[in-house]
């Protein structure tokens, strides 16, 4: 795929998540949007997806390959664990654990805050929870 469809597909990835547009979100990933793509602000249709509290999309991109734990944007955006914790989605943030999320990840490159610590701030007792018993994800080095 050459590199301006691809620029054009994760666009358009990143703003079907945004509006929660799943059967859309499935027709770009089979033609060949990279789940883990960014806009050209950076956006990825993960965090997207996960700020709005969205499990069904978070799932959809991450079976697509979307890397859990690939920081969004900048300023303002991060990790999608954090997104969906500073929100208290539950729901989104146990998919994002469940596909291997790091719950102990700090955002902005390791000097923000947790999604622990996030959804301590909200207050989201029952997102906290689900972070406090959660392992540290082990995956490998790559």
Same mark, same amino acid.
């Given at each position: 795929?050459?590199?301006?469809? +691809?620029?054009?597909?994760? =666009?358009? &990835?990143?703003? @079907? ?12 990933? $089979?033609? /060949?949007? #990279?789940? /883990?793509?960014?806009? =050209? !602000?950076?956006?990825?249709? &993960? ?6 509290? !969205?499990?069904?999309?978070? +799932?959809? &991109?991450?079976? @697509? ?7 969004? /944007? ?5 990790? #999608?664990?954090? /997104? ?9 943030? +146990? ?10 990840? +700090?955002? !902005?490159?390791?000097?923000? &805050?947790?999604?622990? =610590?996030?959804?301590?701030?909200? #207050?989201?007792?029952?997102?906290? @929870?689900?972070? $406090? ?7 490998? @080095?790559?």
């Amino acid at each position: 795929m050459n590199r301006r469809r +691809r620029k054009k597909l994760s =666009a358009r &990835l990143v703003a @079907a998540a945004l509006l929660g547009e799943s059967a859309r979100v499935r027709a770009l990933l $089979r033609a /060949g949007a #990279p789940a /883990g793509s960014a806009n =050209a !602000d950076g956006t990825t249709p &993960l965090y997207q997806a996960a700020v709005r509290g !969205d499990a069904e999309i978070v +799932r959809i &991109l991450l079976e @697509a390959g979307a890397p859990p734990d690939a920081e969004s /944007g900048t300023g303002s955006e991060g990790l #999608p664990l954090c /997104g969906a914790a500073c929100w208290g989605y539950t729901e989104t943030v +146990r998919a994002l654990l469940d596909h291997g999320a790091d719950p102990h990840l +700090r955002e !902005d490159h390791g000097t923000g &805050l947790t999604a622990l =610590a996030w959804a301590e701030k909200g #207050p989201h007792p029952e997102t906290a @929870a689900l972070l $406090r018993a959660a392992p540290r994800a082990s995956r490998s @080095a790559g």
